[in-house]
């Protein structure tokens, strides 16, 4: 990987970036972390409330890039075979045809994934964990691109089934947007003033870039010594006070590879402990399981995190 | 918080006046007030601190080390010669109150540092060897947390200063109370009025006094407590006015095999069998207890011969036997600051050579002789049978202290006079054979105290073991002997010693156990008091029986105590010895501390992680003496924070924002050296080295 290379993957970056804080105001962090994982091959899992801007952040990266991008909406009347694809029989030729689904795509908007049926949701968790579905005893590859943005309202609202434990470890972050300040909301009423202006926004990258990305980031180097406290932090959650199941060798590699994603949006060959200190609370967090006990006593799996990285000495 | 100015050097001189330090207190209290007139500052980071903390408490220990071998009522001295419980108690109490009172000096070192540090407050992992730890353990909970300990050390200083031996004056309370108000006054809460503070601040002092009053009252009745039966329990000491005796208390009698005398005869065998160190007249029969008859004051100076080591007690008297003594003096003479204690001397002593030269020796009328001195005292004790220098029984016949008989013990002596069966006409010998033959034969010896012996309504103690249980030990029998004897018309008294019976190589030894008490019987022929002693002879081994087969490693320990306390007696200038000694092993200790901290004295698994905290590349980064200078300027990084954050955090001081991007290009390069697992190419490095110290430089001239 020449220099150039690296380059032009910042500059696409830059670009993407640029466009989608166009629609999403006073949000620079999470589209960095956004992008991180796009970048980095993971996937995301947005939590907030209601009208804080998760599907619109979605569309506006889905827009952003010249890429296939599907929107599905989980209900709990949703089937596996809505997502993945149905063979359907053609009288015509008497042969089944298999009729791809919304998963066959580049950018997927799995929109308030938890008021699905867990079946349904494994079937989508399948696909994001191997890049593959198997329908009717059939192997079918996804794009070489394939990003999943979901998104869920916090599991205290009515009629939702909470994802488990082993499918929130197939997302490789987990943040939330959170209300943004009065200036902002300002900013973004006067934008929709007339129209929404997600309608008017332009594609900043061809897929072939955004491909060209993914590949930029795997070529950032990273030394033993930050991998050996990527494994440091993701292990003292395990022995963390109040957690009842810590972080998996999954979170290590989610977080590394995240951790490369963001060097290069920093503008290093490299990886320092800055990344992996930034991204561990959004890539560990949400794997976390508490103790009942902790989580009454007001332990939160985000304090966990931020306690062990104040704790744990940072190479220097 | 910061204490007012010239806070610290009024408490520093009050702690001075009121310990004798006076120069002392105020040369450190100028010391550190200089602080505030001076620019001067150190830059001193975590590392330093630590080892001045280490440093400070090294000091301590060998001052407490000193202290407690310098201690001449106990300490060291005391651990070997074995003493008792009070005395531990007693010298252990010494040695911490000497030791406290010098705490603001030995602290000093930590304070100063502060003062004169460019940030005035300490780490707290360099105040708690216990936190330091826990740190190098990981745990980094107190890491980063600072204290300005300017008021605890004003603190110490009142503390150390309420040491102090003017007991009864009200100058240190007046003192501490005026600091404190000082001290007070700068931080009072401005919510409430002056009046309203004020008046609270009189209420605590009032409660201040009534609280000295309150403990100095306690103190009182605790001491008067039954202050003699604490003394027998707990003090192997002899009393020469009064000896209170274990009769009729209940349980098994126990003396330890510690040994106390060692003798050395100057012909074999010649040996006396005992060795008495006071002798009563008086028995109180509620109290169980034998008085001398008079007070401390009866005790009258003897002077020595010319040379100081010869001392003559009776005149006219030829010295057969001569033999060597060396005893231990187990009290404390607070007159004359040095020890004191009765000596063991056989019968018929009348001279005594050798000594220390520096003794201090009185006796009294009943042939008690107390020296004062050294706490080993080795002499040549010469002595024949015939005169003592007891005092003669009383000549009247009124008020005669040597044949007084307590009457409620009159009624058990005379049945137990009819049982001798003596004629009218006895004489004084067949008398005292009908009684030795008497004990001996109806009487036997037992350590076990018995409910029989308790005393009720029925009768005394002494009553009991006369006609009812017939058992008993020494004490009993002594006792009874005595005032039998005086019931029989001679004059009689309750003495209080040694039994010499236990060889050592060609000497002999005398253990605790062998503690003894007998009579003394004066004959009116001869004109002189002899041991008279009825006590079964089969006591010895009664009591010997008792050897615990470790008592050879008790010996040994013993042994080693004596040749101690011979060096150390013969030390005149001891402690000064024991100051210089301490002095290479302080500097052998600094030394360790100042430049092997990662050296020798950590053990195997400090290396191993040490190791392998070494092999990460690029940790001979110039900029970690950048990130220590920032540290010494108050801006240590906190172990889990990044460099860049740090960074970020440190430059926000306006004296060096100059220092902005020199800084932030440095740190580029730092991580390309550190974390690029390419390295940094040879000319990198080289930038990477010149542009932190060009940025060190920089950062000098940035001062705050």
Redesign the interface.
Same mark, same amino acid.
């Given at each position: 990987m020449t220099d150039a290379n690296l380059t032009a993957a910042r500059e696409t970056y830059r670009r993407i970036a640029a466009n989608i804080s166009k629609i999403i105001r006073g949000q620079d962090s999470a589209i960095r972390h956004l992008l991180a994982a796009l970048a980095a091959g993971g996937h995301v899992l947005l939590e907030d409330y209601p009208g804080t801007g998760k599907t619109t952040l979605a569309k506006a990266l889905a827009k952003s890039i010249d890429a296939q991008f599907k929107r599905l909406q989980f209900t709990p009347d949703l089937l596996p075979s809505d997502i993945l694809g149905v063979s359907i029989f053609n009288q015509r030729d008497q042969e089944f045809h298999f009729h791809q689904g919304p998963v066959f795509t580049n950018i997927l908007l799995a929109d308030e994934i938890n008021r699905a049926s867990p079946r349904t949701q494994s079937a989508l968790l399948e696909a994001m964990g191997e890049a593959q579905v198997s329908v009717e005893g059939e192997r079918r590859n996804l794009p070489e691109l394939f990003f999943v943005i979901a998104t869920e309202n916090p599991v205290e609202f009515r009629g939702t089934y909470p994802l488990p434990e082993a499918q929130m470890d197939r997302f490789a972050m987990q943040f939330t947007l959170g209300y943004v300040s009065a200036e902002e909301e300002v900013a973004i009423l006067t934008a929709q003033e007339h129209n929404h202006p997600l309608d008017k926004l332009k594609p900043a990258a061809a897929l072939a870039e955004v491909i060209a990305l993914k590949h930029a980031v795997e070529n950032i180097r990273i030394s033993a010594e930050l991998k050996r406290y990527v494994v440091d932090l993701v292990a003292a959650t395990r022995a963390a006070h109040g957690v009842q199941l810590g972080a998996s060798p999954r979170a290590s590699i989610a977080l590394m590879k995240t951790a490369q994603a963001m060097a290069l949006f920093d503008g290093f060959d490299f990886v320092t402990p800055e990344q992996i200190q930034k991204l561990a609370v959004p890539v560990i967090a949400h794997r976390l399981v508490l103790e009942p006990q902790a989580r009454f006593s007001g332990i939160t799996a985000r304090g966990v995190v931020e306690e062990t990285l104040k704790k744990l000495k940072v190479p220097a | 918080m910061k204490t007012p100015p010239f806070l610290l050097f009024a408490a520093l001189l009050f702690w001075g006046w009121q310990t004798d330090f006076l120069i002392a207190g105020a040369t450190l209290g100028a010391a550190l007030e200089l602080a505030r007139f001076v620019k001067f500052r150190w830059e001193l980071d975590d590392t330093d601190f630590n080892r001045i903390s280490s440093f400070c408490i090294v000091l301590n220990i060998a001052l407490m080390g000193y202290v407690f071998t310098n201690n001449d009522t106990g300490g060291v001295n005391g651990l070997v010669h074995g003493h008792t419980v009070i005395a531990a108690a007693k010298s252990g109490a010494l040695t911490t109150t000497r030791f406290l009172r010098w705490l603001p000096l030995t602290a000093f070192a930590f304070i100063a540092a502060q003062m004169f540090n460019a940030r005035p407050s300490v780490p707290l992992t360099a105040i708690s060897p216990v936190l330091r730890w826990r740190r190098r353990k =990981?745990?980094? &909970?107190f890491a980063g947390h600072y204290y300005n300990i300017e008021f605890p050390y004003f603190m110490v200083c009142l503390f150390a200063a309420g040491i102090h031996e003017n007991t009864g004056s009200f100058k240190y309370f007046f003192g501490i109370t005026i600091l404190a108000v000082w001290a007070l006054w700068t931080v009072r809460p401005r919510r409430f009025k002056f009046l309203a503070w004020a008046a609270a601040l009189a209420a605590v002092a009032v409660l201040g006094i009534f609280g000295i009053f309150g403990i100095t009252h306690t103190q009182h009745i605790i001491q008067s407590f039954n202050a003699a039966w604490m003394a027998r329990f707990f003090g192997n000491r002899v009393d020469p006015l009064q000896t209170m005796t274990s009769m009729g208390r209940i349980g098994q009698m126990k003396l330890s095999a510690k040994i106390v005398i060692r003798l050395e005869p100057h012909e074999v065998g010649h040996v006396p069998s005992y060795l008495r160190e006071a002798s009563y007249r008086n028995y109180h029969p509620q109290k169980m207890t034998w008085y001398a008859g008079g007070g401390l004051s009866d005790f009258e100076i003897i002077q020595a011969e010319n040379d100081g080591t010869t001392w003559n007690l009776t005149t006219a008297k030829t010295n057969a036997e001569n033999i060597n003594i060396a005893c231990y003096l187990e009290g404390y003479s607070r007159e004359l600051d040095a020890p004191e204690g009765l000596l063991p001397l056989p019968s018929g002593c009348s001279r005594l050579e050798n000594t220390p030269p520096d003794m201090i020796l009185k006796k009294n009328k009943n042939g008690a002789l107390l020296a004062a001195g050294r706490g080993l005292m080795i002499f040549d004790a010469r002595y024949a049978a015939g005169a003592t220098i007891d005092s003669p029984p009383d000549a009247g016949t009124t008020n005669h202290f040597d044949l007084n008989v307590p009457t409620n013990e009159i009624p058990a002596l005379a049945q137990v006079i009819s049982e001798l069966n003596l004629s009218a006409a006895a004489s004084e010998t067949e008398k005292r054979a009908a009684v030795e033959k008497f004990f001996l034969n109806k009487f036997t010896y037992t350590m076990w105290q018995g409910r029989e012996k308790h005393a009720d309504t029925n009768g005394t103690p002494l009553t009991k073991f006369l006609l009812t249980s017939r058992n008993g030990h020494c004490e009993y029998f002594a006792s009874a002997s005595v005032l039998l004897l005086r019931e029989l018309g001679i004059p009689a008294r309750y003495a209080v010693g040694y039994y010499v019976h236990e060889t050592r190589g060609t000497g002999y030894v005398v253990r605790e156990r062998d503690g003894h008490a007998w009579c003394l019987a004066w004959n009116r022929d001869k004109k002189c008091w002899e041991d008279f002693d009825t006590t079964p002879p089969s006591w010895v081994a009664i009591e010997s029986q008792r050897t615990e087969f470790w008592q050879w490693l008790s010996d040994v320990r013993s042994w080693l105590g004596f040749e101690f306390a011979k060096f150390r007696w013969r030390q005149a200038n001891f402690q000064q010895y024991i100051l210089w000694a301490l002095v290479p092993v302080l500097l052998v200790l600094l030394y360790h501390i100042i430049f092997r901290r990662r050296g020798k004295l950590h053990g195997a698994k400090d290396k191993k992680s040490a190791a392998r905290e070494n092999i990460? $590349?690029g940790l001979d980064s110039e900029f970690y003496q950048l &990130?220590k200078k920032l540290a010494a300027r108050g801006l240590p #990084?906190? $172990? =889990? &924070?990044?460099?860049?954050?740090w960074l970020e955090r440190a430059l926000a001081e306006p004296a060096l924002t100059g220092l902005r991007s020199p800084l932030q290009e440095l740190l580029r390069l730092h991580? #390309?050296h #550190?974390?690029? $697992?390419?390295g940094l190419p040879a000319a990198e490095r080289e930038r990477l080295r010149d542009e932190a110290k060009a940025c060190l430089d920089l950062l000098l001239q940035a001062r705050p």
């Open positions: - | =990981g745990d980094n &909970e990460w $590349p &990130e #990084r906190q $172990p =889990g &924070e990044t460099l860049a954050d991580y #390309r #550190r974390f690029d $697992p390419h």
